[in-house]
T-cell receptor, first 113, second 109 residues
């Protein structure tokens, strides 16, 4: 069966520090991978999606970047965190065409202080 | 640009009540619509997925309907229980998966 792992579950970082959140998927090949963010009082927002290794599409301009060094690994990064980067980050995967159902990880709660 | 709206933003009901959560979207060109449940500080649990060609889906006490032409979906929860307390999110898949802000449900015993 397929599983998705996200870590860490919670993270507290100072402003200006770097960030690296990792997401891995098991039990499937060539998944579409997604990073979402849920800021306080706001809905979920798609940040990045990837249809293959090294292929990243950004949905909104921001302080963050994403990379996909391996087929089932998706990394969300920042060189210098801002206060506004605080939120709940969710990784998701799907297979086949984008209209297939997406499966979500448990999420990472990031607090930038 | 697709926009998804969920009404009400919050709802409190006593145990045993039947309730309806509403979701509306502005662009009817969608592949599917999903309802999710989110418990505080946790990830999403997919509840129901309705393909664009379908009118409704049922799972246990949950029933979701879709009227694509009017841009509306409802999630019906029968005989609510305290364990149903959570935030319910609606999301539509077009060129991207767009979420509403959710309805926070509280069921008291």
């Amino acid at each position: 069966s397929q599983t998705i792992h996200q870590w860490p579950a919670t993270l507290v970082q100072p402003v200006g520090s770097p960030l690296s959140l990792e997401c891995t998927v098991e039990g499937t090949s060539n998944p579409n991978l997604y990073w979402y963010r849920q800021a306080a009082g706001r809905g979920l927002q798609l940040l990045f999606y990837s249809v293959g290794i090294g292929q990243i599409s950004s949905e909104v301009p921001q302080n963050l970047s994403a990379s996909r060094p391996q087929d089932r690994q998706f990394i969300l990064s920042s060189k210098k965190l801002l206060l506004s980067d605080s939120g709940f980050y969710l990784c998701a995967w799907s297979t086949g065409p984008k209209r297939n159902i997406q499966y979500f990880g448990a999420g990472t709660r990031l607090s930038v202080l | 640009k697709q926009e998804v709206t969920q009404i009400p933003a919050a709802l409190s009901v006593p145990e045993g009540e039947n309730l309806v959560l509403n979701c509306s979207f502005t662009d009817s060109a969608i592949y599917n619509l999903q309802w999710f449940r989110q418990d505080p500080g946790k990830g999403l649990t997919s509840l129901l997925l309705i393909q664009s060609s379908q009118r409704e889906q049922t799972s246990g006490r949950l029933n979701a309907s879709l009227d694509k032409s009017s841009g509306r979906s409802t999630l019906y929860i029968a005989a609510s229980q305290p364990g149903d307390s959570a935030t319910y999110l609606c999301a539509v898949l077009g060129t991207a998966l767009i979420f509403g802000k959710g309805t926070t449900l509280s069921v008291s015993s």
